[in-house]
């Protein structure tokens, strides 16, 4: 089976320095990866999690993807065609759609629901004999009440707004949906509710969704795969239940073990990791997380570790990454020193 | 000088042009020195205006009823003045956006300078030095150099950091953190949360935690409060909140979490239907709409708080004891 989506070796580069200090300053600052290189494909149907912490580059690779953002090197391969021009990109976003992380503030306020919800048709020059109709169809696919056509963005609930922004990217029928923290700043009662939705609407409908996030706890019951981003490079991709089970990369075992855990017998002793994802302005030598590694050694500082296949579907970007029952495995849990109580 | 917290019955609405809103109805909590508290709940639940009620801070619209007693006096009969220098010198607030916390036209350094207002008997210098100290307490490297930083020049968990600082510096009886991790990353999460958990074994106030995250209260606190809708409905140690929980209410946010399911579920848990309206809440139960085990009473007789035992309580008609 061909890919839906195919990335391979995507950059993108930001300038440091903005117009002016261009013109005043004949010398630029070189300019900077924010993501680089960057590999990756989704499966027609699949779910793919895109988990970092923040800075780490993944809502850029997702804009770069739908054509938001300029990449300055790689591929982007959609339904097995390249997109390369402002008019590929353009027919691509006729087949893909992407929620924004604020629900609220990417509905235009002073338009009624059913105008948003109808917006993308219109844009797009899709046919539309019965606006309202169209309307609320596309609200009763989300489970809202049809009244909601004539509301405001305002008038919405966190939750409601997130419906809304579902059913939107959902109006031109995508093969693909690229999701922006969907339930960031929802409560977890809620949170439950949307990824269900999501999840029904893709075994209906057979979309790709790629999804954006900093919740480990979410995202292990949504996704089939799982990529982890690091200062714009990914540093792990595999199957979810895999990469929990056994993650390979030590920023991912770091995360896992980060996470808080909801029993008072299970407190973590120590954080698994110290200190902050660095600025991509100032990218470590080497294996960039060479700073932060429990289990760094003197190779991991000047030489940059290249992606290394571990078996079917599975890859690590780690001179010595943690296998099951290896030495490094267990020299990472001595030195994290964060097993469990229990 | 650290004492109790006591509020009890305490009732606070807010006057709005649409009528009155209840945010918070007959809410009972304590504590005590050397604990460390959890308020837990959903957005509009009324945790934030019961800290704010507890550090005196609710806006001009708010009518407060009920009573505050902390180390023997009542926060809510005292006037302005009194109350201002209550909070500079016995409570403190850490609030949930790092950003916003600090002008961002003055140092840190500064800023904390100012927070030890009521420390008449310190000089500059020696403020200064015990702005150094307290820094490096929190973990800030090179804590005399970070204090001639402006806010912007510090990272979001640096800024918590700082700001756990300012609080600590004035030497609170009463510490509380409004949702204290949810601007930062699940790694400096974990850091802040183990940061807190060192500071309270030195610290010998209350601090209270306010978070909608189930494992930020199950990682640092001895009670937790559970809020729904204005109401306190069920208060115990921490180990019963999550291991006997009694509430319908407490069971059903519990059973939510996605982190507590390691093997990848079909379905997600959610809790139907939508919380009250608080401009005219329900006589009976407030959770009796959205609660699968709700019989006659729950709809029409506001349940008691029940005993379950010397610290666990529930406010449900379907406990018992």
Not at chain 1, 186 to 213: C, H, K, P, W, Y
Not at chain 1, 301 to 316: H, I, L, N, S, Y
Not at chain 2, 249 to 267: I, K, S, V
């Given at each position: ?174 093969h693909l949906l690229l999701a922006d923290e969907p339930t ?78 909801p029993d008072p017998r299970r407190r973590s002793r120590n ?72 | ?80 003045d009194r109350q201002r220098l209550l909070r500079g010198d ?232």
């Open positions: 089976m061909t890919p839906l989506l195919a990335v391979e070796d995507l950059s993108v580069t930001f300038a440091r320095n903005g117009l002016l200090s261009r013109l005043i300053n004949p010398f630029p600052l070189p300019s900077f990866n924010v993501i680089d290189g960057v590999t990756l494909s989704l499966m027609p149907g699949e779910t793919l999690g895109l988990v970092g912490e923040s800075g780490s580059g993944k809502t850029t690779l997702a804009r770069t993807i739908l054509g938001l953002v300029r990449a300055a090197a790689g591929r982007i391969v959609f339904e097995g065609r390249e997109v390369r021009t402002p008019a590929d990109f353009r027919a691509m976003r006729r087949r893909s759609a992407m929620m924004f992380q604020d629900p609220v503030a990417s509905l235009s306020p002073r338009l009624r629901i059913g105008t948003l919800l109808t917006e993308p048709r219109i844009i797009q020059g899709v046919p539309m004999p019965d606006r309202r109709a169209a309307a609320r169809a596309l609200l009763a696919l989300v489970g809202l009440p049809a009244s909601f056509v004539d509301r405001f963005p305002h008038e919405l609930s966190g939750g409601q707004a997130r419906r809304v922004g579902v059913a939107r990217a959902l109006a031109m029928k995508p960031a700043g929802l409560d977890v009662s809620v949170q439950g509710d949307v990824l269900n939705l999501i999840g029904e609407l893709q075994r209906e409908l057979g979309f790709a969704a790629m999804i954006v996030t900093h919740n480990l706890a979410m995202i292990r019951h949504v996704s089939d795969r799982l990529a982890i981003m690091y200062l714009g490079r990914l540093v792990e991709t595999g199957p979810t239940r895999d990469v929990f089970a056994a993650p390979m990369h030590p920023y991912t075992a770091t995360l896992i073990q980060s996470e808080p855990v954080p698994a990791v110290t200190g902050e994802i660095p600025s991509v302005f100032r990218r470590p030598s080497g294996c960039e997380f060479h700073t932060r590694c429990p289990i760094a050694r003197d190779r991991c500082k000047t030489e940059a570790p290249a992606c290394r296949p571990m078996g079917a579907d599975r890859m690590v970007r780690c001179h010595f990454p943690l296998e099951t029952g290896g030495q490094e495995r267990e020299a990472f849990s001595r030195a994290s020193a964060n097993q469990r109580g229990n | 000088m650290s004492g109790s917290l006591a509020a009890s019955d305490l009732s606070v609405r807010y006057e709005t042009p649409h009528g009155a809103v209840h945010a918070l109805r007959h809410v009972d909590i304590e504590a005590h020195p050397g604990e460390v508290i959890g308020i837990v709940g959903e957005s509009g639940c009324g945790k934030s205006t019961l800290v704010t009620a507890l550090a005196n801070l609710l806006p001009a619209n708010a009518r407060i009823e009920g009573s505050i007693c902390y180390n023997g006096v009542d926060l809510a009969k005292l006037d302005a016995e409570i403190a607030l850490v609030s949930q956006d790092p950003m916003t916390a600090f002008n961002p036209v003055l140092t840190i350094g500064d800023q904390l300078v100012d927070f030890q207002h009521h420390r008449k008997d310190l000089g500059r210098a020696q403020k200064r030095s015990r702005i150094a100290a307290m820094l490096d307490r929190v973990g800030i490297a090179d804590a005399e150099r970070r204090m001639d930083c402006y806010p912007h020049e510090l990272s979001g968990g640096m800024r918590q950091r700082v700001a756990i600082a300012a609080a600590l510096l004035t030497d609170p009886g009463l510490l509380i953190a409004d949702e204290p991790t949810t601007a930062l990353d699940v790694t400096m999460e974990a850091q802040i949360i183990h940061l807190l958990r060192e500071l309270r074994r030195e610290y010998n106030g209350i601090i209270i935690v306010v978070s909608h995250h189930l494992g930020v209260i199950a990682e640092l606190c001895d009670r937790v409060y559970v809020m729904y809708a204005g109401e306190v409905v069920e208060g115990g140690e921490v180990d019963a909140i999550f291991h006997d929980a009694r509430h319908p209410y407490t069971q059903a946010l519990l059973a939510c979490d996605p982190a507590r399911f390691h093997e990848r579920l079909e379905r997600l848990p959610t809790i139907p239907g939508t919380p009250p309206n608080l401009t005219l809440p329900p006589s009976g139960c407030v959770y009796a709409p959205r609660c699968d085990r709700a019989f006659a009473p729950c709809v029409s007789v506001a349940p008691p708080l029940v005993k379950l035992s010397t610290s666990h309580v529930a406010r449900c008609h379907a406990v018992t004891p």
